[in-house]
């Protein structure tokens, strides 16, 4: 893991720093490292929320790593996808856990980097990012999740123009547009997404796993269907251990003790 992935402890947020310079590309070596980090930290205890960020100052992620491309080609071929096919599998792999991600954007975030920040749950962005899809620009599109996840957030219109033109966006446009939730300037970004995480780690981490899995499952159904399931979460929420542990403390006027249970 080690050469690709590093993860440092923060009290219950455990930041994981992505490391292939210079543009921390997404090499399938190093996808393979972060999808077994994550899997590592979801059965982690100690870790009840996880910020993303890339190593240096030039960029989050900026794709994939282009000297492996020939090999793309083979595997193109050959109907196994390639790297498109691995960076959805991480993304569904995050989309399956019971912890909340918080990506960290600085510099570049582009193609497959977007992609893998669009799976995180929140986005914190440095004022400086330049976030796109320029997959358009080589004769290809987006196979990370850039066609399905970007529409979701910012609308199908804003999504076919960053697709189909390629041209990155600023930090301020992807605030408007709903693709990042939250841009300081770049000082702050670190102390910014680790605030955002241990707001979440402070939370009980079954309902924070109920609200993750909701949001998700529910996304495309009809809104009858959703509020359905939602009082199902409720109900499973206020029967929890942690349901009963955080109405007690209201009650007594103190701070509650989650256990995840």
């Known amino acids: ?4 992935i590093t993860s440092g402890q923060d009290g219950l947020v455990t930041v994981v720093t992505i490391s292939n310079p210079p543009m921390n590309q997404l090499s399938a070596a190093l996808l393979e490292a972060l999808e077994a980090e994550i899997d590592r930290l979801d059965g982690d205890d100690g870790t009840r929320a996880i910020v993303l960020r890339g190593g240096g100052d030039r960029a989050f992620v900026a794709g994939a790593d282009i000297k492996e491309f020939p090999s793309l080609r083979e595997s193109a071929a050959s109907n196994e996808g390639g790297s498109a096919r691995r960076i959805q599998k991480v993304g569904q792999r995050m989309d399956a856990a019971r912890k909340p991600f918080v990506a960290a954007i600085q510099g570049y975030c582009l193609g497959g980097g977007l992609e893998l920040a669009m799976c995180c749950d929140v986005r914190v962005c440095a004022d400086d990012a330049q976030l ?47 693709l990042v939730e939250k841009v ?78």
């Open 132 to 178: 796109g899809q320029p997959e358009i620009k080589l004769g290809l599109i987006p196979g990370g999740g850039g066609t399905q996840r970007l529409p979701r957030l910012v609308g199908l219109g804003r999504a076919l123009l960053m697709n189909l033109g390629g041209d990155f966006i600023d930090a301020a446009t992807a605030y408007d547009w709903g």
């Open 1 to 4: 893991m080690g050469e690709f």
């Open 184 to 261: 300081v300037p770049r000082a702050e970004l670190d102390d910014a997404a680790l605030g955002v995480a241990r707001t979440f780690g402070a939370r009980s981490p079954h309902a924070i796993a109920v609200l993750r899995e909701l949001a998700r499952s529910t996304r495309d159904l009809p809104l009858e269907e959703g509020l359905r399931r939602e009082a199902e979460g409720f109900r499973r929420c206020l029967a929890s251990e942690d349901g009963l542990e955080g109405v007690t403390a209201f009650i007594e006027k103190r701070e509650p003790n989650f256990t995840g249970h």
